[in-house]
């Protein structure tokens, strides 16, 4: 089950894409993809829907970010040693949190704004993890969309909005 939202910027519908590559609207079971819609118990009910049964989207929507309403976008820099050469910076000994700007996430065809006074773009592979059920000591993370970052100054740029597109998420797979 692969979901997405679909649709004008502002105006996503959720959906997912079945087997053979239909979308199909899925705005009668689930209001949008938000946090509580990749819950397990939210994940395990759409599950048990057919999707030949969901009303298939005609033409080519555009597809949007997979999630919305997200509370935090937190990042980590320089997480493997290569990135950390390329960038000529020394390997961090523990991790380096930031954070992006909620508006950073976009859909995987969308246009890419290049943040004023940028000079340069750069291209990254980011995967993200949604959790869906917070509790106080943990949270169950249910699904790993894959992000792409295209920003540019490293420090500045990933905060930018609409430099991060999302790939199509295929949770439960």
């Known amino acids: 089950?692969?979901?997405?939202?679909?649709?004008?910027?502002?105006?996503?519908k959720p959906g997912l894409?079945?087997?053979?590559?239909?979308?199909?609207d899925l705005s009668d079971h689930v209001k949008?993809?938000?946090?509580?819609?990749?819950?397990?118990?939210?994940?395990?009910?759409?599950?048990?829907?057919?999707?030949a049964k969901?009303?298939?989207v005609s033409g080519?929507?555009?597809?949007?970010?997979?999630?919305t309403g997200i509370s935090k976008f937190v990042a980590i820099g320089l997480n493997y040693v290569d990135h950390a050469k390329e960038?000529?910076?020394q390997i961090?000994?523990?991790?380096?949190?930031?954070?992006?700007?909620?508006?950073?996430?976009?859909?995987?065809?969308?246009p890419v704004q290049k943040p004023r006074g940028s000079t340069k773009l750069d291209w990254e592979v980011e995967i993200a993890a949604i959790i869906g059920t917070p509790s106080p000591a943990?949270?169950?993370?249910t699904t790993y969309p894959s992000a792409i970052s295209r920003s540019s100054v490293w420090v500045n740029g990933p905060r930018a909005s609409r430099t991060t597109p999302s790939v199509r998420s295929d949770p439960g797979s």
Do not use: C, H, W
Request: hydrophobic share 40%; glycine share 10%; aromatic share 6%.
């Open 138 to 141: 943990t949270a169950s993370v």
């Open 17 to 24: 894409i079945d087997k053979s590559g239909q979308l199909r």
């Open 54 to 56: 969901l009303p298939a």
């Open 87 to 89: 960038t000529g910076a």
């Open 32 to 51: 949008d993809l938000n946090g509580e819609a990749y819950a397990p118990a939210a994940l395990a009910k759409l599950a048990t829907l057919d999707p």
């Open 60 to 67: 080519k929507p555009r597809i949007g970010a997979p999630v």
């Open 92 to 110: 961090p000994t523990e991790p380096i949190f930031f954070l992006k700007a909620n508006t950073a996430l976009s859909g995987p065809s969308d």
């Open 1 to 12: 089950m692969k979901l997405v939202r679909y649709g004008a910027i502002g105006q996503e």
